[in-house]
């Protein structure tokens, strides 16, 4: 009479604790693509930034050359002063841009480290998801005959 009693709905259990598998499995390759997105986009900016940081020097070091050639050719003595004491601001802001430059291009390449160890993350996480789905078939079906009989078996006592 006890066994009459008991009931085993294990056909829809099995589905949604297979439903929720698969997708954790694949939530994990998903969230690794999309932060190897996101750090590619991270990458274009600092790239950018680093190059706007080397062009800014540039010009700026022009100027500081001009005002060089300005004062040297000045015959009067308060534009002269006056050039000499913008050449060193020049200078001044050009040494800072080249620092930002040169700082921003280590974060480049920071950057494009992260990027690829979050591309091989996504590839690895591809690889294992296929690899399990593969997997993960043979075992669904080795182990389904073995689950049958036994809930063959419980009908049969009831």
């Given amino acids: 009479m006890l066994s009459r009693e008991i009931r085993l709905v294990s056909t829809p259990a099995r589905r949604t604790y297979a439903a929720s598998r ?4 694949t939530l994990i ?4 693509g999309l932060l190897t997105a996101a750090s ?3 990458l274009i900016y600092q790239e ?16 500081h050359q001009l005002k060089i050639v300005q004062s040297q050719i000045e015959e009067d003595p308060n534009l002269k002063a006056q050039y000499v004491e913008e050449q060193e601001g ?4 050009a ?13 480049v390449m920071i950057s494009a480290y992260a990027t690829l ?13 296929v690899a399990n789905r593969n997997h993960g078939q043979k075992d669904a079906q080795a182990v ?9 078996t419980l009908r049969q006592t009831s």
């Fill in 22 to 25: 698969i997708g954790r499995v």
């Fill in 29 to 32: 390759p998903i969230i690794v």
């Fill in 40 to 42: 590619f986009l991270v």
């Fill in 48 to 63: 950018n930034r680093s190059v706007q940081y080397r062009i800014e020097a540039t010009e700026v070091w022009s100027a």
């Fill in 90 to 93: 020049l200078r001044r802001r």
């Fill in 95 to 107: 040494q800072d841009l080249r620092n930002e430059s040169s700082d921003a291009r280590h974060v």
């Fill in 117 to 129: 160890l979050l591309l091989l993350g996504a590839a690895t996480s591809i690889l294992a998801l």
């Fill in 144 to 152: 389904q005959p073995i689950v049958q009989p036994a809930q063959e």
